[in-house]
């Protein structure tokens, strides 16, 4: 999989990723809404096995997405928050801490759209995750659920993913209006440090 606007950084080499998946010279893009993240054990060495970060690009996700799909959310809004499955994140990762009354008022619901153009390139991309996203503006529960599941299935499909396996001084650049990510699990006698800078975003529309 490609990621539109990306920038791997590693020790060795600096490439981009240009907006049609072909690898070209060194550059940066700071004016994405992104996080950009440093690796390191401490020690020297990073487990080769464990802690990767997977991203999913969401362009190919909504440029594959078959028709029935495409009508069915042409013009939807969803239902996003933060709290849709905190609590089981939470006994999976005992370390996320409980969130105190005033935080959660923080973290309200919010409406997007569940396609969503990219400002800068024009390009559409899917617009729904399976961690935050709760629900079809306008559907009722059942038809939601069930055309959520679909969306949340197709996003994913592992065509769509590139996986990072981190090194020492790695960085990665990426673009959220264009790729979902997740990191994947590290043991507990291993461990995964990494340092984020957030680019505050534009509004989905």
Do not use: G, M, W
């Given at each position: 999989m490609t990621l539109d606007g990306a920038l791997l950084a590693t020790a060795d080499t600096l490439k981009r990723i240009d907006t049609h998946g072909v690898l070209t010279g060194s550059g940066a893009n700071g004016t994405l809404e992104s996080a950009f993240s440093v690796a390191s054990n401490g020690v020297g060495t990073v487990a080769l096995r464990y802690g990767d970060t997977l991203f999913a690009n969401q362009h190919l996700a909504w440029d594959t997405l078959p028709v029935h799909l495409r009508d069915a959310v042409e013009g939807r809004a969803a239902e996003h928050t933060y709290l849709a499955k905190y609590a089981e994140l939470q006994q999976r990762s005992p370390w996320r801490p409980n969130l105190s009354a005033e935080q959660i008022a923080q973290v309200k619901p919010v409406t997007h759209p569940i396609v969503r153009t990219h400002p800068e390139t024009g390009?559409?991309?899917?617009?729904?995750?399976?961690?935050?996203t709760t629900r079809v503006i306008g559907l009722p529960e059942d038809e939601s659920r069930a055309l959520l599941a679909e969306l949340f299935a197709h996003s994913t499909r592992p065509e769509f993913i590139y996986r990072h396996q981190w090194r020492e001084s790695d960085m990665v650049f990426w673009d959220n209006r264009s790729v979902m990510h997740l990191a994947a699990g590290t043991p507990d006698d291993q461990r995964r440090k990494l340092y984020r800078t957030t680019i505050e975003g534009d509004a989905p529309f």
């Open positions: 390009r559409r991309a899917l617009f729904v995750s399976e961690h935050f």
